[in-house]
């Protein structure tokens, strides 16, 4: 079936880097695709949102990239702290779906 | 505002036992979602409502059931408890649906032994 997956399960990144986050997702039909920070022991927390008539967003240090062609989303955060250590999921929808299909997510580390 | 609220935060259940795990947002939230999350995984959709009165199926429905009888509250109801069930419980809201950014509740976490 149709499905959305990560790169890579885990990242350690040293502070003050940037980082990039990937996602791959698998359908073509899908036209909304959203980021979400999850804290040890918290609900996922939103980030950021992309709908598919666009190639970039950019938030408060973060940006989302959408590359239709290959079917593939990142999140680039600026200059990482130490609060941005949670995992971060990426999910994707179609027109016309009220549900939205989550990733497995991808663990992001801070080295101080 | 509150937000999206869960009770309880904890729970043991036997097996067999019942539970209801409650949810109520305070966002006049017209879309409510209940997920779970087993460890080092993504968050599966158990069941959804998009108003008062109506329900329907996510990915993972058995073995659970909701009912939305005011736009506030969306209880999930575990009938007959089973190891499988062990999990993360997380119910969500939104105003339009799934096209725009979810409020999560801090979870429910749910061990059955």
């Known amino acids: 079936g149709e499905s959305v997956g990560l790169h890579l399960p885990t990242l350690s990144v040293q502070e003050g880097d940037n980082s990039i986050i990937n996602c791959a997702y698998s359908?073509?039909?899908?036209?909304?695709f959203i980021w979400y920070k999850q804290e040890s022991g918290k609900g996922p927390q939103f980030i950021i949102d992309?709908?598919?008539?666009?190639d970039k967003r950019q938030g408060q240090r973060v940006t989302v990239l959408l590359n239709k062609t290959v079917k593939h989303l990142s999140l680039q955060i600026a200059a990482t702290q130490p609060g941005d250590s949670a995992v971060y999921f990426c999910?994707?929808?179609?027109?016309?779906?009220?549900?939205?299909?989550f990733g497995t997510g991808t663990r992001l580390t801070i080295i101080p | 505002n509150a937000g999206v609220t869960q009770t309880p935060k904890f729970r043991i259940l036997k097996i067999g036992q019942s539970m209801t795990l409650q949810c109520t947002q305070d966002m006049n939230h017209n879309y409510m979602y209940w997920y779970r999350q087993d460890p080092g995984m993504g968050l599966k959709l158990i069941y959804y409502?998009?108003?008062?009165?109506?329900?329907d199926k996510g990915e993972v429905p058995n073995g659970y059931n909701v009912s939305r009888s005011t736009t506030e509250d969306f209880p999930l109801r575990l009938e007959l408890a089973a190891p499988s069930q062990t999990s993360v419980y997380f119910c969500?809201?939104?105003?339009?649906?799934?096209?725009?950014?979810?409020?999560f509740g801090s979870g429910t976490q749910l061990s059955v032994l």
């Open positions: 999910a994707e929808t179609l027109f016309g779906n009220e549900k939205l299909t």
């Open positions: 359908n073509s039909a899908s036209d909304y």
């Open positions: 992309i709908r598919s008539n666009m």
């Open positions: 969500a809201s939104s105003y339009t649906g799934g096209r725009e950014k979810l409020f």
């Open positions: 409502s998009v108003g008062a009165g109506i329900t």
